[in-house]
């Protein structure tokens, strides 16, 4: 084992250890419940949500056996080594490195009744603008897309491309799950990125801000009266 091999297994224990931490200490409240439990009712299916999302879904989310799709890149390998520690399994690849393959290993584990996760404006960007793989995912493994998103008061956001969401100790988190988006399976690919893309943005930019507005009335409502 080389000296990077080893930072990122440190990182991986420490970075486990202070998402558990401080994930701990949260209040956790769930909309849309019914969205996720009829996805679980009929088999595999993809998680769609925004990178920034990841931390506190990684706690949120944790134990469940989730297959997560994860850049190849030095990054990946340490949010790979949290993860995996949090009950995630992952496949490795992006659209520059290892991309063909990640997607196929993807759409067999959807074929199989996986729950899967893509973070459609990952690994580099642009922010909040969904990428091939996620529709190509959907549709080649006959899967419904499930967008998702967590808000969480109070947090921090770092100055990433992905503005990282980071809920403080003591936050109020909320998870909104919306309808589940069924991708026609015989579309041609120029056809169903032009149609689903803005499509998959819209649905994921309308349960971000959901969660935002109601993270933002949990908050308000506690503070009127008196509350934590």
């Given at each position: 084992?080389?000296?990077?091999?080893r930072?990122?297994?440190?990182?991986?224990?420490?970075?486990?250890?202070?998402?558990?931490?401080?994930?701990?200490t949260w209040?956790?409240?769930?909309?849309?419940?019914?969205?996720?439990?009829?996805?679980?009712?009929?088999?595999?299916f993809?998680?769609?949500f925004?990178?920034?999302?990841?931390?506190?879904l990684?706690?949120?989310?944790?134990?469940q056996?989730?297959?997560?799709?994860?850049?190849?890149?030095?990054?990946?390998?340490?949010?790979?080594?949290?993860?995996?520690?949090k009950?995630?399994?992952?496949?490795?690849?992006?659209?520059?490195?290892?991309?063909f393959r990640?997607?196929?290993?993807m759409?067999?584990l959807?074929r199989?009744?996986?729950e899967?996760a893509?973070?459609?404006?990952g690994?580099?960007?642009?922010?909040?603008a969904?990428?091939?793989?996620?529709?190509?995912?959907?549709?080649?493994?006959?899967v419904p897309v499930?967008?998702?998103?967590v808000?969480a008061?109070?947090?921090?956001?770092?100055?990433?491309w992905?503005?990282?969401?980071?809920?403080?100790?003591?936050?109020?988190?909320?998870?909104?799950y919306?309808?589940?988006?069924?991708?026609p399976?015989?579309?041609?690919?120029?056809?169903?990125?032009?149609?689903?893309?803005?499509?998959?943005?819209a649905?994921?930019?309308?349960?971000?801000h959901a969660?935002?507005?109601?993270?933002?009335?949990?908050?308000?409502?506690?503070?009127?009266?008196g509350?934590g």
């Amino acid at each position: 084992m080389d000296s990077w091999e080893r930072k990122a297994r440190w990182i991986g224990r420490g970075g486990s250890a202070l998402v558990g931490g401080l994930g701990a200490t949260w209040r956790a409240r769930v909309l849309g419940g019914e969205h996720l439990a009829a996805c679980r009712s009929r088999g595999g299916f993809i998680h769609a949500f925004w990178h920034g999302q990841l931390l506190p879904l990684v706690y949120l989310k944790r134990n469940q056996g989730i297959v997560v799709l994860v850049s190849q890149n030095r990054d990946g390998e340490y949010i790979t080594q949290v993860i995996h520690r949090k009950g995630f399994r992952t496949v490795r690849g992006s659209t520059s490195r290892g991309g063909f393959r990640s997607l196929i290993e993807m759409v067999r584990l959807g074929r199989q009744g996986a729950e899967l996760a893509i973070t459609p404006d990952g690994p580099r960007g642009p922010r909040h603008a969904a990428q091939a793989g996620l529709l190509l995912v959907a549709q080649r493994a006959r899967v419904p897309v499930l967008p998702m998103a967590v808000a969480a008061w109070p947090c921090r956001r770092l100055s990433s491309w992905d503005r990282f969401l980071i809920p403080l100790p003591f936050a109020r988190t909320v998870i909104v799950y919306g309808p589940a988006l069924e991708i026609p399976p015989d579309l041609p690919t120029d056809a169903l990125l032009a149609e689903w893309t803005p499509r998959v943005n819209a649905a994921l930019m309308e349960v971000t801000h959901a969660a935002e507005e109601a993270v933002r009335a949990w908050a308000g409502r506690d503070s009127a009266a008196g509350g934590g």
